[in-house]
C-alpha cells in the first residue's frame, strides 16, 4: 500500500512505512531512544525532536509527514521460560520482523532470531520453531498467540509506530485553506492518539495478565546492559544505512536509561 502512496494511487494513509524504499525511514525505529512514555511521547509527538529528524526524510521520498502514532514500545513474549540477561537469550530462539533493526536489535541482546513472516508465527511457535515472538507491544502477542505464550519482558528495546502520511503532490494541489483542513483534522487525530497510546498499551497488559500471561519488566541493572549492548553494536549499523547525520541528532537527543 505504501508503494500506492508514493505513486499518488493513494492520498492520504495510515500506515507502517517501509524502509526498502528509502533505509532512512528506520529512523523512526532506532532501538534504545526513549524508556517511558513521557519521553516517547516527547519524542513523537507533533514538533517533539524526532518528528523534526524524520520529517526530511518523508520530504525527500514525496511524502508529507503529519506525525507518529505511536504503539508502544516493544518487547520479548516467549513460551516455557524468559531471559532477563544476553547469557540467557543465547538458550532462545526468537521470531523478528525483518526490517533493519528489528533483528540486529534482538541478537545483539544475546538471541537467537528467525526472521518468519506473520502469517506463519503462531505455527512455529506452536511446534516450537521459534521460542516466541519480539519487537511487538504486548496487543499483538497477547491478541495472535495468547494461548501459547506464557510470558512477555518488557525490554522497551524499540519503540513501535505507524505514520500519518499523505502524498505530497496531492497536498501541494490543495489551496491554502484545505491545507489547513486537512493539517488540522490530522493534528486532532494524532493528539487523540496520544492521549490514548499509553491508556491502552496498560489495558492490553492486563488483558493478557488476566488470560494467565506474566508480564515482566527489567530491572535498572538489567535494561542497562541490553542498552550498551544495542547501542554499541547496533547503533552503527543505523550510521551505515540511515547516515551520520540523522544519528548523530538522536544521539544529541536520546535519553540515557533510569537508574
Known amino acids: 500500500m505504501f508503494d500506492n502512496l508514493l505513486k499518488g494511487n493513494i492520498h492520504i494513509q495510515l500506515s ?10 528506520a529512523v523512526l525505529n532506532v532501538p534504545y531512544m ?3 512514555w513521557d519521553e516517547l511521547l516527547e519524542a ?6 524526532l518528528n523534526q529528524v524524520v520529517d526530511p526524510v518523508f520530504n525527500g521520498l514525496g511524502i508529507k509527514f503529519f506525525g507518529a502514532i505511536p504503539e ?17 537469550a543465547k538458550d532462545l530462539k526468537v521470531r523478528s520482523q525483518p526490517i533493519l533493526p528489528y533483528p ?10 528467525a526472521v518468519i513472516s506473520w502469517g506463519e508465527v503462531y505455527t512455529a511457535i506452536e511446534t516450537g520453531v521459534v521460542d516466541g515472538d519480539s519487537g511487538n507491544v504486548i496487543f499483538w502477542d497477547q491478541e495472535y498467540f495468547g ?39 490530522a493534528t486532532q487525530m494524532l493528539a487523540k492518539q496520544f492521549s490514548m497510546a499509553e491508556e491502552l498499551d496498560l489495558y492490553y497488559r492486563q488483558v493478557a495478565i488476566d ?29 551505515e544505512k540511515i547516515g551520520t547525520i540523522l544519528m548523530d541528532q538522536i544521539r544529541a537527543s536520546a535519553v540515557e536509561p533510569p537508574q
Open 104 to 113: 540486529q536489535a534482538m541478537e545483539a541482546m544475546g538471541y537467537q532470531v
Open 16 to 25: 507502517w512505512p517501509m524502509t526498502f524504499y528509502d533505509p532512512r525511514v
Open 44 to 49: 513523537y509527538s507533533p514538533g517533539g525532536w
Open 211 to 239: 488470560k494467565g500471561m506474566e508480564f515482566i519488566e527489567l530491572t535498572p541493572e538489567e535494561l542497562a546492559v541490553n542498552v550498551k549492548l544495542v547501542r554499541e553494536k547496533v547503533w552503527p549499523l543505523m550510521d
Open 147 to 185: 494461548d501459547l505464550l506464557d510470558y512477555y519482558l518488557n525490554t522497551k528495546h524499540i519503540v513501535n509506530t505507524g505514520a500519518a502520511l499523505m502524498n505530497l503532490e496531492a497536498f501541494n494541489s490543495l489551496d491554502a485553506e484545505d491545507q489547513k483542513v486537512v493539517t488540522d483534522a
Open 34 to 36: 526513549v524508556f517511558e
Open 72 to 88: 508502544g514500545f516493544g518487547g520479548v513474549a516467549t513460551r516455557g521460560t524468559y531471559a532477563t540477561t544476553p547469557e540467557q
